[in-house]
Nanobody, 119 residues
Framework: QVQLVESGRGLVQPGGSLRLSCTGSDVILSTYDIGWYRQAPGKQRELVGTIPASGTTSYLDSVKGRFTISRDSAKNTVYLQMNSLKPEDTAAYYC?????????????WGQGTQVTVSS
């Protein structure tokens, strides 16, 4: 059964850093386009950034220069490094894996992990 497991939740002060991980089970994440999303209370889920199976990463304007997405294929894990965190970054963060494989669309979500930025 395919699972994406996120970790790294936490409470940090403004200006602090946190790294989230998304580890795949029964799925090879390096063959998927991975997106990190977030959803704050009362707001719609938004795409924070993506790392395609091939190509370059892209980011939401408000996190450019502060957030970095990377892969460790040996660990089957994708990371979201978040620096210079702001209170408005507070949200539940989700990873998503997508690909089209032999014309079949595959789409998997993690369970989400909470990030709270507060003094």
């Amino acid at each position: 059964q395919v699972q994406l497991v996120e970790s790294g939740r936490g409470l940090v002060q403004p200006g602090g850093s946190l790294r989230l991980s998304c580890t795949g089970s029964d799925v090879i994440l390096s063959t998927y386009d991975i997106g990190w999303y977030r959803q704050a209370p009362g707001k719609q889920r938004e795409l924070v950034g993506t790392i395609p199976a091939s190509g370059t990463t892209s980011y939401l304007d408000s996190v450019k220069g502060r957030f970095t997405i990377s892969r460790d294929s040996a660990k089957n894990t994708v990371y979201l490094q978040m620096n210079s965190l702001k209170p408005e970054d507070t949200a539940a963060y989700y990873c998503n894996a997508q690909r089209i494989w032999f014309e079949i669309r595959e789409d998997y979500w993690g369970q989400g992990t909470q990030v709270t930025v507060s003094s």
